[in-house]
């Protein structure tokens, strides 16, 4: 299970950054291991749902996106028929916010989990400052494809769970 993989690759559980939060499945997941979780969720019904499913104090919500700039983003490609379908867009109606990882000058990060309908590579560059400070455990949904890019931050795949690809530090 996801939650035994975390429990097994993180050295320490001070701060989870999570992207795609949804309705909050994950976020309450992390809230339970971590002691801060930062997410992210650009699409305004479902921040609604995570505010209402996530009523922790240890969870810091943000109703934004994460990328690898300052700029204003759109959503595009969803249904609300599968509420977790939107994708992150440049292209249209610039009307959500966009933040980077480093942007939050943490002083602790353990995990780094993007369920982010193929931005992860834009949010990864977003927080190269902070991976190589220190050093996260990755998440990415289908992370196969994001293997080269984090590669060359000098990590490797270590374990998958169902469309999750868990990547560590190669030390």
């Known amino acids: 299970s996801q939650k035994n993989l975390i429990q097994k690759y993180c050295k320490k559980f001070d701060v989870a950054v999570q992207a795609g939060g949804n309705q909050g499945m994950y976020p309450r997941l992390m ?4 002691k801060t979780v930062y997410t992210f969720e650009p699409h305004w019904e479902n921040f609604y749902s995570l505010c209402l499913n996530c009523n922790k104090e240890n969870i810091i919500k943000i109703n934004g996106a994460l990328g690898d700039n300052h700029t204003m983003v759109s959503l595009d490609g969803g249904s609300d028929g599968n509420m977790g379908t939107w994708k992150t ?41 902070s991976i190589e400070k220190f050093k996260p455990v990755i998440v990415c949904e289908n992370g196969h494809q994001y293997a080269e890019q984090l590669s060359s931050l000098n990590y490797k795949t270590a374990d998958r769970s169902h469309s999750d690809t868990f990547f560590i530090f190669n030390e």
């Open 31 to 34: 809230a339970n291991i971590f």
């Open 89 to 129: 867009s440049e292209n249209i109606h610039h009307s959500i916010p966009q933040f980077k990882i480093d942007d939050l000058t943490l002083q602790h990060l353990d995990l780094i989990y993007l369920d982010v309908e193929g931005y992860e590579s834009k949010i990864i560059i977003g927080a190269k400052n």
